[in-house]
């Protein structure tokens, strides 16, 4: 059974940090580009940073470019997302998905080209 599990959500203080853990499970790791996701309320889902676990390659956003970092920990099973300088509009519920895509599809980070969704964890930030 394909599972992935967000964990690392809080409230934090505008300019803090929190480092959000994404587990995987069922499937082979090194197969696939793995997003994350955000969605405010009211907002329709944003993806906003996606790594290719065959080859490393990252993409982030406009939007936490600078400011958010991916990695894989293939060891692990394990994608993170390192948050820093938060800002008050980076409060949603933040999701991880899987795609076997190719990085060039993976990048435009349409939720529609990933097929597996952890539950979400909630970020927000204070101001």
């Known amino acids: 059974e394909v599972q992935l599990v967000e964990s690392g959500g809080g409230l934090v203080q505008a300019g803090g940090s929190l480092r959000l853990s994404c587990a995987l499970s069922g499937f082979t790791f090194d197969d696939y580009a793995i997003g994350w996701f955000r969605q405010a309320p009211g907002k329709e889902r944003e993806g906003i940073s996606c790594?290719?676990?065959?080859?490393?390659?990252?993409y982030h956003a406009d939007s936490v470019r600078g400011r958010f970092t991916i990695a894989s920990d293939n060891a692990k099973n394990t994608v993170s997302l390192q948050m820093n300088s938060l800002k008050p509009e980076d409060t949603a519920v933040y999701y991880c998905a899987a795609t076997l895509e190719p990085m060039i599809i993976a990048a435009t980070m349409d939720p529609d080209d990933y097929d597996y969704w952890g539950q979400g964890t909630q970020v927000t930030v204070s101001s």
């Open positions: 790594i290719n676990n065959p080859d490393g390659s990252t």
